[in-house]
């Protein structure tokens, strides 16, 4: 299976960290967002919203991350990540969305404000913006840290939702976003950066910003 894939993603980590969880083999195929590879004709025959993540597994393609972990996950169901119960599965589908409507974009566009917008040289912060989504960021923060009360994974055990929700988090320190008032939060996110999946996953980010 090959991997379509930009470093500096979230969508594309997160779908590196359940492979190496999961000990799916990916042929990672890197995108140069800045150059516009992303929207060469070959690249948008595969995926016509010139975007990261895509997997291509033979004749099969797939974009969409949220997608392809659950693709991925199917193809070890042993490893329980998307597990099949009616009721855990629902709520790592609750919380997956969640993640994409709600802490995602809030943690997201403060990151950016806050770093990658002078990383990639594109002036200084919008104190507008930053004091809206530090304010978001933070009430979705208080609605994870009482979703994590007497547990170590979010659905319980170990599953997808979680490797969604910890890519959030992933310009954190960089951005100055501080956990000391969620400790559950920050006890459950050492615990998933400190896998092996996720450390394989996300050395190439840390390289690109090395």
Known sequence: MRLYNANFSPNALRVRAVAHELGVELEIVEVDIRAGDNRAAEFLAR?????VPVLEDGNFVLWESRAICAYLAGIRPEAGLYPDGLKTRALVDQWAWWQAIHLGPAMQKLSFELFLKEKF??????????????KATDQFLAVLETGLDDKDWIAGALSLADFYLATTFMYRDQAGISLDEFPRIAGWIGRLEARDSWQKAVAPLLALFA
């Open 121 to 134: 040289g594109m002036g200084d912060p919008d104190p507008t913006v930053v004091e809206v989504e530090r």
């Open 47 to 51: 995926n016509s919203n010139a975007k």
